[in-house]
């Protein structure tokens, strides 16, 4: 199993396990409408260690507690791919696919308006 492999099956097991130990039934619908909120939350948590509060004064960066906020994300996200039905394989396809999209946006290449480089912001 490479490490994208990995990850999705910890956090199978890891969700399985918190929905048997605390007896939790809740539908799709209900599940990925948690795990959004969830991941909105730590999104949230994410900010308030990166000083986006500009009218506070700054405090000092702890890159550990923002990887901890990045692998909250990462559980939260991993989580609504399973639940999507989305395997490593899946998710690093469809990744890859707009990934290409994105470029061709930034390139002119796309079909889609909207994207067309210009001279803002640089």
């Not at 409408?33 to 939350?41: E, G, H, N, T, Y």
């Not at 700054?58 to 395997?87: T, W």
């Amino acid at each position: 199993m490479d490490k994208l492999e990995t990850i999705f099956a910890m956090q199978q097991a890891l969700d399985a396990d918190i929905a048997q130990r605390r007896n939790l039934e809740f539908s799709m619908e209900q599940w990925l409408q948690k795990d959004a909120m969830a991941l909105i939350v730590e999104v949230s948590e994410l900010l308030d260690a990166v000083n986006y509060k500009w009218w506070k004064n700054p405090q000092p960066l702890n890159m550990e507690h923002i990887k901890e906020e990045l692998v909250d994300v990462l559980h939260f996200y991993i989580s609504m791919c399973c639940r999507a039905g989305m395997d490593a394989n899946e998710l690093f396809a469809v990744y890859s696919a707009k990934n290409q999209e994105n470029f061709d946006r930034q390139q002119g290449k796309s079909t889609k308006a909207g994207y067309e480089a210009s001279a803002i912001g640089g």
